[in-house]
């Protein structure tokens, strides 16, 4: 457990209510998601409710999947009085570290009534590239 080192004086930080301030609005800002996995696959479900496929975009690279998007708000205020909004608009981003057997080049995505699927096969061979088994001999 990692603990806050001893501070001068009697008064806490100012800073200390901003500590993190940054991670949390990050949380509250990305999608919900779940991850599975079965013997053939790694799925990965996101809730993106109201954004358009066209404002999606899902990239790969190093082993980390991107998924990176836009809601755009459809708010009209001409000749109408707004009491309150809850819908939320903005960007988002997400990512997701793969597994090494995961093979990340037949990766699919599949969005329907909000949720955005990504399907991840796993590789038959989990072996990292260039690997081999080495043969003792008797000496």
């Known amino acids: 457990m990692v603990e806050t080192s001893h501070r001068s004086g009697f008064l806490p930080s100012l800073a200390d209510p901003?500590?993190?301030?940054?991670?949390?609005?990050?949380d509250w800002f990305a999608p919900a998601?779940?991850?599975?996995?079965?013997?053939?696959s790694y799925r990965i479900a996101m809730e993106v409710p109201g954004v358009a496929e066209g404002d999606i975009d899902i990239t790969l690279h190093d082993g980390v999947v991107m998924v990176t998007g836009r809601k755009a708000s459809s708010k009209?205020?001409?000749?109408e009085t707004w009491f309150f909004s809850e819908r939320e608009f903005g960007s988002f981003s997400r990512s997701f570290r793969l597994p090494p057997d995961a093979d990340g080049d037949a990766i699919s995505a599949d969005l329907k009534d909000g949720v955005l699927t990504l399907t991840v096969p796993k590789r038959a061979d989990t072996s990292?590239?260039?690997?081999?088994?080495?043969?003792?001999?008797?000496g």
């Open 33 to 40: 998601s779940e991850a599975s996995a079965d013997a053939g």
């Open 76 to 79: 009209t205020e001409a000749g």
């Open 128 to 138: 990292p590239e260039g690997a081999r088994k080495v043969a003792i001999s008797k």
């Open 18 to 26: 901003f500590r993190n301030l940054g991670a949390r609005l990050a």
